[in-house]
């Protein structure tokens, strides 16, 4: 069974770990997009002691770590671009997997998880970004009914801004 929960402080380690580890799979993919400042251990402390860390759980298990927040983002209200909408959203940052989880789909099943926890939540809209060369998760995205909306600035750098609606 997969399930969506809120990260607790006891799992931060597993957290970071999951971060590392997404970190290094981007470089073996021959890109940057998390240096080795940003995210950063304070950064999943401050996810999860804020109640914006989750983790995915397959069968008990974290399998995945992501930030979900639902106070917006800055960096998306200067969009070169055009959001499809302007109602409340919810942003997934910073999302990765355990490497023994990876092939297995668990990307497009958290998606789902996230969305049934924004309907719950009375969030019709998810707002998301990755940089141009994260070919890997563009794909997942879009295969996830997500649109290409435009690009944004975050950190100091153009990204690929995508959203959806449900």
Known sequence: MNTLEFAQLEDWEICNQI?????????????????DDYP????????IKNKK????????VIAGYMCIDYDGEPAYEDIQGKWRTEEP????????????????????????LIEEMCIQNSIRN????????????????????????????FQGSGKLAFDKSF
Do not use: S
């Not at 971060?19 to 240096?35: L, S, Y």
């Open 19 to 35: 971060i590392n580890a997404g970190r290094d799979f981007q470089k073996e993919q021959g890109f940057v997009q998390w240096t």
């Open 40 to 47: 950063n251990k304070d950064t999943i402390y401050n996810d």
């Open 53 to 60: 860390g989750y983790v995915v759980k397959v069968d008990g």
């Open 89 to 112: 959203y919810a942003v997934v940052h910073r999302m990765a997997f355990n490497k023994n989880f990876r092939g297995m789909g668990l990307a497009g099943i958290t998606f789902k």
């Open 126 to 153: 998810i707002r998301i970004d990755t940089d141009f060369p994260n070919e890997r998760m563009q794909h997942i995205l879009k295969k996830n009914g997500y649109e290409n909306c435009g690009v944004i600035i």
